[in-house]
């Protein structure tokens, strides 16, 4: 079969960039949460039947694939989107209806209650797609035109490497984890500087491409 992107390299340096840049992003966080009292994963369960399972399922796994999935998602990473939705810096009027009336410790028994489920894995991507994702994912882009920084520093599938704060991208709905990053790309998602920065260099393609790879993971 043909190389599936031959314009990327293996960039020795890639990783060590997107690393450093991670730490720059979340380096405040943990000192932060650890201060806070523990959450209720059961109280949380509660409130997600009552706010979150319409759309969410009542587990947080696989509903309409426009929807994310919230199994083992990073706590961490719940409480700071539900606080943007709440605080208006990440806009969705359905999302910010529901989690207006959210106190911060609902917010944190949400997280841990989304947190403790066990992610069941999607089916298997397109491979030609998957590949290219694959690439850009581990190795970012590398051209004469365009140098966008490798995902694989701040979203690891392995969570020992990722930081708390950096969701679970693995298995997440393809079609849910493309328009997300379009819309950093675009900057309609407006939460994550970063995010946006980065993206800036990514095609429709190539962001299909990443979304069916992390699609895949298991």
């Known amino acids: 079969m043909p190389e599936v992107f031959p314009r990327l390299k293996p960039q020795p340096r890639a990783f060590a960039r997107s690393f450093a840049l991670c730490l720059v992003i979340w380096g405040g966080v943990a000192p932060v949460a650890a201060q806070q009292a523990l959450p209720d994963p059961q109280a949380g369960g509660r409130l997600a039947l009552q706010r979150c399972a319409s759309c969410h399922t009542a587990d947080g796994s696989r509903g309409m694939r426009s929807i994310p999935i919230l199994q083992g998602q990073s706590a961490d990473y719940t409480i700071k989107q539900l606080n ?6 990440r806009l969705n009027s359905v999302m910010q209806g529901l ?26 991507p397109d491979a030609e797609q998957a590949a290219l994702g694959e690439a850009i994912f581990h190795e970012g882009i590398e051209t004469d035109d365009r140098s966008v920084t490798a995902c694989v520093a701040c979203h690891a599938p392995d969570p020992d490497a990722r930081p708390e704060a950096s969701p679970d991208l693995h298995g997440q709905h393809a079609a849910y984890t493309a328009q997300q990053l379009r819309a950093f790309r675009d900057r309609t998602r407006t939460n994550s500087e970063d995010m946006s920065g ?13 979304a069916a790879y992390l699609a895949g993971l298991r």
């Open 198 to 210: 980065i993206m800036g260099g990514v095609s429709d393609d190539e962001i299909e491409a990443i």
């Open 84 to 89: 943007d939705f709440r605080a208006g810096l």
């Open 99 to 124: 989690v207006g009336g959210l106190t911060e410790s609902d917010i944190r028994n949400i997280a841990a209650f989304y947190a403790q489920k066990e992610f069941a894995p999607a089916p298997p």
